[in-house]
């Protein structure tokens, strides 16, 4: 009870200091001026305390005598040196170790000035030891003035950060820097529910120092025992830059440990002028990816877009969009974007027209898969530029109605190219995936055809045709991570086909960056973004669950499915007749794949009949005669493959 009395005279306390810094603000000439008051009365306090002290408590009559002209002299001397050194101006809330010097040496400069104007004005001296005592009570009392509301304002604010309801008890993984311009503005902070018990970092030279009045608890590899202890429910990573396997390891040290994660972001240089509470961002799936970020020279990206017509399908999808923002900021001479899904692709064309109000968007709904269409497109804008994104892409239902996409992945793709070379375009560029090799689903095989479909074409075209093949990109809607996210959110259970499933994975802006440099550069027919190590699913799915503070297997339980038709434990990116590869740039490899066999149109054709008639089994057999590495899985109401 009387420790919530305290707080309670305490929260008075800093309500008028807070009060009388906001007048200051507004009446910075009375802040001074009362600054100084109390200045005079803290210096002639000092002044005769040092000589009650130097005379055992009884001022003999010749002290009495000299002290008035003294403490006129002293006062003059000092309150001069504080105004010369601007200490009479003060900011309760931010002064620091700099203001801290700063008042030594304003003491230090009034303690040699008052010397030596009484020499020069031959004003009796003062005994040594009063002068000494004198500047030492006067350093320490004005630092009291002027320190300790701050230092009470921040431990009200602990207080009452540490009984808020929904307080968390928090601790900062890195005490460098960073971690010191955080806490700093944690420890300011009136709003914040973090309560910050202590700091970790590996540098041996800080185990048990304080930063801020924070004790450095120990290393990053105790995190679980001192999270455990001091009953930690946030974590802060504050270190710049902390790399993917830094991040992953971090998080499996609290896989069994409730707790969230937040992080600042990764520009040191940025960071170094200013980290806020505001600042901090969520743990994602993007921090964990086994890859070193990827940086575009916009100068040369500008160069290949600027002034160029450019036609994008699949606009509404997740590449295809992206690639529309993206192209769309280095002045193209127009944007048209294709897409049959209506709702998605209005609102990305009103977000293109808000940000780029010059750019000539336009939007037209039309399926690809009808080459008059697509033909009568090609006519009105003349693309220079064809960015095909359009596709069926999820592979279970796909395996469930592979004639739709072999209509959609193989034939529209088709149109699309030979929309492309009609109308003179100079580049068409075909978003691919890494389940065009060795196909083990219909629409790894539907991609690695369309891959054939446009090197057929290029073979009497003045287009210029290539492929760009690369895995997964997380947040797309087909990607794991959305679907990890709502089944967290649900409580679990989370999915997973196979412990031992492996995904390559890219965020969606450097994957398409990729696609835009790879697609334009000219490099070759078959372009392969290098996506870095492949990732554990599994691994992924825990990381995921311990970011949001939960615990794998115990709040949120990981269940195993099995693979899905269609599917594989892992992916790769070439074939055994693409391995010979020429690495033309930061990850962008160039192969060169095996030409179509001499009777492809023949097959197409077969192919074709197949799906308009929607004979599933049909279209199974030809596609394995189109490509021998395919190994289809079983087809819909039957529980043995397909054979030829």
């Avoid at 309500?15 to 002639?44: F, H, N, Q, T, Y």
């Avoid at 504080?82 to 040496?105: K, T, Y």
């Avoid at 974007?337 to 977000?351: G, K, P, T």
Wanted: proline share 6%.
């Amino acid at each position: 009870m009387e420790h919530g009395t305290s707080v309670e005279t305490l929260s008075t306390v800093v309500g008028s200091l807070d009060a009388a810094e906001g007048s200051a603000r507004s009446s910075p000439r009375l802040c001074s001026l009362r600054m100084l008051v109390v200045d005079a009365a803290l210096i002639a306090a000092s002044l005769y305390f040092a000589a009650l002290t130097r005379f055992d408590g009884v001022l003999p009559p010749d002290a009495r005598e000299i002290l008035p002209g003294a403490l006129s002299l002293l006062l003059m001397v000092r309150l001069s040196a504080l105004v010369w050194i601007g200490l009479h101006r003060w900011s309760f809330r931010r002064s620091g170790l700099n203001e801290a010097v700063r008042l030594v040496m304003a003491n230090i400069i009034g303690t040699i000035g008052f010397e030596l104007l009484r020499s020069a004005l031959f004003v009796e001296a003062l005994p040594g030891q009063v002068i000494a005592l004198e500047f030492f009570a006067t350093t320490t009392l004005l630092g009291i003035h002027r320190f300790a509301p701050r230092m009470v304002r921040q431990w009200y604010l602990e207080q009452r950060r540490a009984r808020a309801d929904g307080a968390q008890r928090t601790l900062i993984v890195g005490a460098g820097s960073a971690g010191d311009l955080l806490l700093r503005d944690l420890m300011r902070t009136q709003v914040s529910t973090w309560h910050v018990i202590g700091l970790v970092d590996d540098d041996p030279g800080k185990q048990g120092t304080f930063l801020n009045g924070k004790p450095v608890l120990g290393v990053i590899d105790a995190l679980p025992e001192i999270i455990k202890k001091h009953r930690v429910t946030q974590v802060l990573i504050a270190i710049p830059r902390l790399s993917p396997e830094r991040t992953r390891y971090l998080l499996s040290l609290c896989r069994h440990q409730s707790v969230s994660f937040k992080i600042i972001p990764a520009s040191f240089a940025y960071l170094d002028q200013k980290v806020t509470a505001a600042m901090l961002h969520d743990l994602s799936p993007e921090h964990l990816l086994p890859r070193d970020p990827i940086s575009f020279d916009r100068e040369e990206v500008h160069r290949l877009v600027s002034g160029r017509r450019i036609l994008v399908t699949g606009g509404a999808g997740s590449i295809g969009s992206e690639i529309a923002r993206q192209v769309a900021g280095h002045a193209p001479e127009s944007l048209v974007v294709v897409d049959i899904n209506e709702n998605e692709l209005y609102l990305l064309v009103r977000q293109l027209q808000s940000r780029y109000p010059r750019l000539p968007v336009h939007s037209i709904v039309a399926d690809i898969r009808d080459l008059d269409r697509m033909m009568r497109i090609g006519k009105e804008y003349l693309p220079q530029y064809v960015f095909h994104a359009a596709a069926h892409k999820h592979v279970p239902l796909m395996e469930d109605s592979p004639e739709e996409a072999i209509k959609n992945n193989v034939f529209g793709t088709q149109n699309v190219a030979r929309m492309a070379d009609a109308c003179g375009a100079e580049r068409f560029i075909l978003i691919s995936t890494d389940k065009a090799v060795k196909p083990s689903s219909v629409m790894g095989a539907s991609k690695r055809l369309a891959e054939m479909v446009i090197r057929d074409i290029a073979e009497t075209s003045r287009t210029t045709f290539a492929a760009i093949r690369f895995g997964n990109v997380l947040g797309s809607a087909g990607s794991v991570v959305p679907l990890f996210k709502q089944q967290i959110q649900a409580g679990g259970p989370v999915t997973v086909t196979h412990p031992d499933c492996t995904r390559y994975f890219m965020i969606i802006p450097e994957a398409v960056g990729l696609v835009v440099l790879a697609g334009l550069g000219g490099y070759g027919e078959l372009c392969i973004l290098d996506m870095g190590e492949p990732v554990r699913i599994a691994e992924l799915a825990a990381n995921m669950i311990t970011m949001t503070g939960l615990v794998p297997d115990k709040d949120i339980p990981i269940v195993y499915t099995g693979l899905r038709p269609g599917e594989k434990l892992e992916e790769t990116l070439l074939s055994e007749e693409e391995e010979l590869t020429q690495h033309v740039r930061n990850r962008i490899k160039v192969a060169r794949s095996p030409a179509p066999p001499p009777d492809f149109q023949l097959q197409l054709k077969r192919l074709d009949r197949a799906a308009r008639a929607g004979d599933a089994h049909d279209v199974k057999r030809a596609l394995q005669d189109l490509l021998p590495t395919y190994t289809p899985s079983k087809l819909r109401g039957s529980d043995q493959p397909v054979s030829a």
